[in-house]
């Protein structure tokens, strides 16, 4: 029997602290997040999903521990090599966070313009690229934030993230506010530029759909770490309180009637 193919690791968390004040969010955290995978990160308010998104993309230092993205620790590097990793990391924030003065194409091309040296020509192509791969129709170039309804600002969001070609994609609660049709929508979407791009995605959700429908691993954050990272058939499977909480209350197993495992 061949020994299976080591997978590259895109994202190492090793013993990561975060802590504010007397309060500790993570504690002795590890985490791998592999390339070409869909990673859905889950956990309980207050778990610190989103400070552990931040810390990964240097946007905060670690109280203790380590955090390497494509081999390096952010905080360690000089200004251009740093610029040229982030570069390669596109995020989708919580509510899409869309420059509300400027229309889609030019919150795509923002950062075109400032991390390449694109023409404006140029960038408007590449601009008017992006959007048509977030499915969204070419009259919706020169529309306003306010203009869209709330699945259109996601996928003009997840437009910009796609901008400068990235290797991993961070999606922070993305199918939050859709409504069921659209979310499913949303996903099915992720999943196809994850094939057809060779993208890794890491999503922090709380929507068991997507769990059950793309997610190839599921990292659950509870007790201050990751308690398990595996595919969601052994997680569902995995001894804690609040996992059975989660998966096996009436929503999971509504979820799981929807999208049985195999």
């Not at 309060?23 to 869909?38: K, P, S, T, W």
């Not at 129709?137 to 003009?156: D, H, I, Q």
């Not at 996992?243 to 509504?254: H, L, N, T, V």
């Amino acid at each position: 029997m061949n020994a299976a193919v080591p997978r590259e690791t895109l994202v190492e968390v090793r013993g990561l602290r975060s802590q504010f004040g007397a309060q500790v969010v993570h504690e002795n955290l590890d985490l791998d997040v592999y390339r070409g995978e869909i990673l859905g990160v889950v956990g309980g308010s207050g778990s610190g999903k989103s400070v552990l998104l931040r810390t990964i993309l240097g946007l905060r230092r670690p109280d203790a521990g380590s955090v390497k993205l494509f081999g390096e620790s952010l905080h360690d590097l000089p200004e251009d090599q740093r610029i040229g990793i982030e570069s390669r990391c596109g995020v989708l924030f919580q509510n899409g966070a869309l420059f509300s003065s400027l229309t889609v194409s030019e919150n795509v091309r923002v950062p075109l313009l400032e991390h390449t040296s694109l023409s404006l020509h140029d960038a408007l192509r590449v601009a008017a690229l992006k959007i048509a791969l977030a499915d969204l129709a070419p009259e919706v170039r020169n529309k306003y934030p306010s203009e869209l309804s709330g699945g259109m600002r996601k996928r003009a969001a997840l437009a910009r993230a796609l901008a400068l070609d990235p290797d991993i994609v961070f999606l922070d609660e993305p199918t939050s506010g859709l409504d069921p049709i659209a979310a499913a929508a949303f996903d099915e979407l992720i999943r196809t530029l994850r094939d057809a791009l060779g993208l890794t995605v890491f999503m922090i959700t709380h929507d068991l759909d997507s769990l059950h429908a793309i997610c190839d691993r599921v990292a659950v954050l509870a007790h201050k770490r990751v308690v398990v990272a595996d595919s969601l058939d052994k997680v569902e499977r995995f001894d804690d309180p609040w996992i059975r909480e989660y998966f096996q209350g009436p929503r999971g197993r509504a979820a799981e009637a929807i999208h049985p495992l195999a």
